[in-house]
């Protein structure tokens, strides 16, 4: 049953297309521009350029060393709809031959008019987010679609034999959450034995037709879980031993992405797969004796970082390769986790300065440093990458010795800290001082901060980016925008505004143009979630601030009203979340000079007369340690680096943040250590569960738990965001309650937008009445 392994290989590569092919054509199907047939020929031809392209560059086309990664949207939603995994509310998707189509996976990632989507939540510790599967003791599981099998046949059809990849099935079910109709209580890994045979079913399936590896991904097993670990780790021994035995079967690859398995190795390695990957880049080099269970089963070596964009350490790499080699039997060279989360190419990034380009290795040259360490395992002379080594080491030792890289003047600034700049004054007194001077009533509106970018506000941007537009020019168009915002927030009836961020293609983006030590890429896109792409910047440097860079934007704003306009900022831990960042400083010492330069444009933003100051923490959840161990220390620095950036604010200067897909219960003593005095949060697609947590952590501080989902085009009608709001005031004072969207509006249409906004401030206002 056991075929061999190849030398090389990734376990995963970008989907989205190198110019974004995949977001383009899957818009232009919702907007009903083009047919699902040429959905669907445009996906083919998206997988099969993607083949091409990993055989040309040398991963063997028939050893399955190249992975069917491929998803139209999520790759979480892709599993739970092969196993039938429908909330009772979708089951009507269903056809008449109990499929679930194109229209029907769409549907459960974005909702229709009267039902919500599945929650959206971060995917591990990455900024890519996948849907939440809602499995309850009565979901029916069945395979409901033949994606996965088809995939392997077109692969077949080019020449090359596919790895097919599934989401595991213990990673399936504690990434799920309880059905609403579940029982309190009710744990969806109870139904693995109920799924395992619907997962041995499928592989039967694609033995039939030729695969002969398929890849099964259990990222949850590197990540403390709320679930006792004896009752994980008996969970991984019965499901794996259970697929292991199947009859029928191809050879099994389970993969184990983004840190240590810890404990969970021995158990996972004794069940009779056939080839366990390890995350050896983050995760820790196993012992021999941990390794000794493995027998014959082949260890993959994930050496190669697949979640940033740094070329490799290859003298580093290849020591823990020879160390591997004497401990295992067979072994594999491989990225350690899928490179969805980098860009295809940097050979497509022309315009970077060539010293920097020099460092870069995104997924096209990654898979070209995997394929050179498996020379150490391949049989090739030794020696044979003596070369390739001296030349990686050099690249590391001029990156160390570049201008910017390590600026004095920086780190002494950072080494003249005292306590006291990282504390303002009592809550409670600052609430008198706000309240006194912003004068709001209970459940004020506002919004997060974006408004949608239309055509027009995307064109100004990208002419004046191209010397088409004189800055005259530019500044005017983006001033009639902001003023097109202001007189529709006044129009319905919001208490604190926004300037709406026209002049902003990206929320991390936008702060990296305009600070030292960052850089920008013209075609370095990556997925965040579904259709959703992001560009990440590049922090290569020490970071210090020029010049102010909202303040313009923000005082013009306020001009054109005496209600208070929020000045918008990106906090420090998401500006490093969201960019790729320089892996030779500590995170902690990085954010710190990202807050200080925050913090000169707080100071800023206060003397143009703006009273109200978001600082966004989307991503404070997102860098959170798998580990429970490893917390309390990227708590501390985390939270720091937000008050670092905000405690020179004075004391009527109402100070707000954002986090977005938080959990937050699992943070909540350190987002009350942020000291803000407002926070919101998305609240809209988990029907308002965080309130639960506000309540039993006796949260006193301001709080905006979101009442409009807008990574949906659904318009939530006044009745909901009522109900939303009763259940909000049921549970937290009403005077701690703001109202808003869960995020920023910028992708959305301002048809939808503005109908949203308007039943979002007259369900405020009702509840208001009833208080």
């Known amino acids: 049953m056991h075929s061999e392994f190849p030398a090389a290989t990734i376990v995963g590569y970008p989907r989205i297309g190198p110019r974004r092919e995949l977001k383009k054509a899957v818009e232009s199907y919702w907007a009903s521009r083009i047919s699902a047939a040429e959905l669907e020929a445009t996906a083919r031809q998206l997988r099969e350029d993607g083949y091409a392209r990993l055989a040309g560059l040398g991963l063997s086309e028939t050893a399955s060393a190249i992975p069917a990664s491929f998803s139209l949207y999520d790759q979480v939603l892709d599993t739970a709809v092969t196993f039938g995994a429908v909330p009772a509310r979708f ?9 679930l189509g194109l229209d029907a996976y769409f549907t459960l990632a974005r909702g229709d008019a009267g039902r919500p989507p599945l929650e959206m939540t971060k995917w591990f510790d990455t900024n890519y987010h996948y849907l939440v599967p809602e499995i309850g003791p009565d979901t029916r599981f069945t395979i409901a679609n033949d994606w996965t099998l088809r995939n392997v046949v077109e692969g077949a059809d080019l020449g090359i034999t596919l790895r097919p990849t599934l989401i595991g099935p213990v990673t399936f079910l504690l990434l799920s959450k309880a059905a609403a109709e579940a029982p309190d209580g009710f744990s969806p890994l109870t139904r693995l034995d109920d799924l395992l045979p619907l997962y041995a079913d499928l592989l039967g399936r694609l033995a039939a037709v030729g695969t002969r590896w398929v890849q099964l991904e259990e990222p949850a097993l590197v990540a403390d879980q709320v679930i006792p670990e004896h009752e994980v780790a008996a969970a991984v021994e019965r499901a794996y031993q259970y697929l292991a035995g199947t009859a029928e079967r191809p050879s099994l690859l389970v993969t184990t992405a983004y840190g240590s398995l810890g404990s969970l190795l021995p158990v996972l390695a004794a069940t009779g797969i056939d080839a366990l990957h390890l995350d050896l880049f983050k995760g820790d080099l196993p012992s021999a004796q941990d390794l000794a269970v493995l ?13 940033n964009i740094w070329k490799a350490d290859l003298a580093t790499a290849a020591a823990k390769l020879t160390t591997l080699a004497d401990s295992v039997d067979r072994l594999t060279v491989a990225t350690s986790t899928s490179l969805q989360h980098v860009p295809h190419d940097v050979d497509d990034e022309p315009d970077l300065a060539p010293d920097l380009r020099s460092w870069l290795a995104f997924a096209d040259q990654k898979i070209a440093e995997v394929l050179t360490l498996s020379r150490l395992v391949d049989g090739s002379p030794t020696g044979s990458i003596d070369g390739a080594i ?12 570049a201008v910017g890289v390590n600026r004095h003047e920086v780190r002494e600034r950072l080494g003249a800290l005292t306590p006291s700049d990282f504390t303002r004054g009592p809550y409670q007194e600052r609430v008198a001082a706000q309240e006194e001077a912003l004068q709001l009533p209970v459940l004020p509106t506002t919004t ?7 055509v027009e506000v995307r064109s100004a941007r990208a002419r004046f980016h191209r010397g088409d537009l004189t800055t005259e020019e530019y500044t005017g168009l983006m001033q009639e925008e902001i003023a097109r915002v202001i007189a529709l927030q006044e129009d319905l009836g919001f208490d604190v505004l926004v300037h709406g961020e026209p002049e902003r293609n990206d929320m991390v983006q936008y702060f990296a143009e305009h600070l030292d030590g960052f850089d920008v890429t013209v075609n370095g896109w990556v997925q965040s979630y579904g259709s959703r792409c992001t560009r990440p910047s590049i922090l290569w440097g020490d970071v210090s601030r020029p010049e102010p860079i909202t303040v313009r ?10 209600k208070p306009v929020k000045g918008m900022l990106t906090g420090p831990v998401t500006i490093l979340a969201w960019s ?3 892996d030779d400083l500590p995170l902690g010492e990085t954010a710190s000079q990202v807050a200080l330069a925050l913090r000169d444009e707080v100071s800023d933003l206060q003397r143009a007369g703006i009273r109200v100051i978001q600082v966004d923490e989307p991503a404070l959840r997102e860098l959170l340690p798998l580990r429970a161990a490893q917390r309390p220390h990227y708590l501390a620095w985390s939270v720091n680096s937000f008050r670092l950036a905000t405690s020179g604010a004075a004391p009527s200067t109402q100070v707000h943040t954002h986090l977005c897909y938080s959990e937050f219960g699992a943070i909540i003593e350190a987002i009350d250590g942020l000291d803000a005095d407002v926070t919101s949060i998305e609240a809209a697609r988990s029907r308002m569960e965080v309130v639960h947590d506000l309540q039993s952590h006796g949260f006193a501080r301001g709080v905006g738990p979101g009442v409009y989902d807008i990574h949906s085009p659904r318009v939530p009608d006044e009745d909901e965001v009522a109900d939303l709001l009763g ?19 910028k992708t959305r249409g301002y048809t939808e937008t503005t109908e949203s906004l308007g039943n979002l401030v007259n369900a405020a206002v009702r509840v208001r009445l009833t208080l």
């Open 91 to 99: 089951q009507d998707l269903y056809d008449d031959g109990g499929s």
């Open 553 to 562: 934007w923000a005082e013009y704003a306020q001009s054109l009203t005496s």
């Open 580 to 582: 790729f960042v320089r």
């Open 295 to 307: 027998g014959s089963t082949t260890l993959v070596a994930g050496v190669v970082d697949g979640h």
């Open 390 to 401: 001296a030349e990686a080491t050099a690249v590391l030792a001029s990156r160390a010795a």
């Open 727 to 745: 259940k909000a005031v049921r549970h937290v004072p009403a005077r701690q309650l703001w109202v808003n969207p869960d995020c920023g509006l």
């Open 448 to 454: 997060i901060g974006s408004f949608p970018q239309t």
